[in-house]
């Protein structure tokens, strides 16, 4: 009952900044942990970033801690990933996600969006 939409994906040079937005809507949004996971081809989905239904707790993915930056705003209904210094190994599908609880487990996830595409060059 959570439908979930992402945008801002796109093409980029290495080294570059991208910032991926996720509207949400059907239930009450801020009742929800929002996180975005990836997709590169050829390689399974894995977990990039989760906030707190409040948005006073972050967990980040190694590969992109120190660069990557997830928020909210619930007011709006959108929760934000602010993508900087991209590399090319960040190229992949990205996926916004709500669950009740924070999670790195894919296989936990209540809710996908359709996915947003974002490809670096090097």
């Known amino acids: 009952q959570v439908q979930l939409l992402e945008s801002g994906g796109g093409l980029v040079q290495a080294g570059d900044s991208l910032r991926l937005s996720c509207a949400a809507s059907?239930?009450?949004?801020?009742?929800?942990?929002m996180g975005w996971f990836r997709q590169a081809p050829g390689k399974e989905r894995e977990f990039v970033a989760t906030i707190n239904w409040s948005g006073r707790s972050t967990d980040y993915a190694d590969s992109v801690k120190g660069r990557f930056t997830i928020s909210r705003d619930n007011a709006k209904d959108t929760v934000y990933l602010q993508m900087n210094s991209l590399k090319p190994e960040d190229t992949a599908t990205y996926y916004c996600?709500?669950?009740?609880?924070?999670?790195?487990?894919?296989?936990?996830?209540?809710?996908w969006g359709q996915g947003t595409q974002v490809t670096v060059s090097s």
């Open positions: 996600t709500a669950d009740t609880i924070m999670t790195r487990l894919s296989r936990w996830i209540d809710y």
């Open positions: 059907g239930r009450t949004f801020s009742d929800y942990a």
